[in-house]
C-alpha cells in the first residue's frame, strides 16, 4: 500500500528556535493535511491544504506556523518560534479527490521543544 | 467550532467481552470516519459512514451513523488482544478537514 513518509521522526529544539517538518504525501493524492497530537491526547486538525494554497486552518495554527509545498513532492510545516507548548507529535496525512476519499497518516515527527 | 467528543475515554475489556465506543458532535456532520492508532502508531482508517442511520461491518466490528448524523458507535464483539488501540472518530461537515474526537483507548486482558 502506498504511504506518506515523514521525516526526520523526532526532532529536538530549543524553545525560539525555527523547526520545518517534513512530509512527503502519496503522489497521485490532492489534499494535504497536518494534524498534531499531544502525548495521550486527540489528533487535532491543523491546517489543509489543496491547489497550492492553504484550504481550512484551526484556531492551533496561528502566525506562528506556516505550510508549503515547495516542490510536486514535498509538503512542510514550518514553525517559527517555538514554544515550549508545541511539543507533540505532528502528523501530516493527505487523501484523493473524492469527498470519501480516506486520510493516510504517516509514522509522524515527535516533536520536543527545550 | 467543531467539537466531536467520544465515550469512554478508556475501557479495560477482558478477552472475549464486548466493547463499544460512542462519538457525538455538536454539530450535524456530512459524514463520519473511524480510525484505529496503535501504541506508538499512527492513526490508520478503518471505515466510514454517509448515510443517515447507516451500519456497516467489518468482522467482529460494527459501525452505525446516527438518524440526525450526529452521533456514531463503533461495537467490537468478543474482543481480542489484537483490538488493543485508541478508536477516534473524525467528522467532516462538507469541508475538507475532519475533527477527530477525543479517542477511546482500549485494553484488552488476555
Known amino acids: 500500500e502506498p504511504e506518506v513518509t515523514q521525516t526526520p521522526s523526532h526532532q529536538v529544539t530549543q524553545m525560539g528556535q525555527e523547526v520545518i517538518l517534513r512530509c512527503v504525501p502519496i503522489s497521485n493524492h490532492l489534499y494535504f493535511y497536518w494534524y498534531r497530537q499531544i502525548l495521550g491526547q486527540k489528533v487535532e486538525f491543523l491546517v489543509s491544504f489543496y491547489n497550492n494554497e492553504i484550504s481550512e486552518k484551526s484556531e492551533i495554527f496561528d502566525d506562528q506556523f506556516s505550510v508549503e509545498r515547495p516542490d510536486g513532492s514535498n509538503f512542510t510545516l514550518k514553525i517559527r518560534s517555538t514554544k515550549l507548548e508545541d511539543s507533540a507529535m505532528y502528523f501530516c496525512?493527505?487523501?484523493?479527490?473524492?469527498?470519501?476519499?480516506?486520510?493516510?497518516f504517516g509514522s509522524g515527527t515527535q516533536l520536543s521543544v527545550l | 467550532g467543531q467539537q466531536v467528543m467520544q465515550i469512554p475515554q478508556y475501557q479495560h475489556v477482558q478477552e472475549g467481552e464486548d466493547f463499544t465506543t460512542y462519538c457525538n458532535s455538536s454539530t450535524t456532520l456530512s459524514n463520519i470516519q473511524w480510525y484505529k492508532q496503535r501504541p506508538g502508531g499512527h492513526p490508520v482508517f478503518l471505515i466510514q459512514?454517509?448515510?443517515?442511520?447507516e451500519v456497516k461491518k467489518q468482522k467482529r466490528l460494527t459501525f452505525q451513523f446516527g438518524e440526525a448524523k450526529k452521533n456514531s458507535s463503533l461495537h467490537i464483539t468478543a474482543t481480542q488482544t489484537t483490538d488493543v488501540g485508541t478508536y477516534f472518530c473524525a467528522g467532516s461537515k462538507w469541508g475538507n478537514q475532519f475533527y477527530f474526537g477525543t479517542g477511546t483507548s482500549l485494553t484488552v486482558i488476555p
Open positions: 459512514l454517509v448515510k443517515s442511520g
Open positions: 496525512a493527505s487523501r484523493g479527490a473524492a469527498s470519501n476519499e480516506k486520510l493516510f
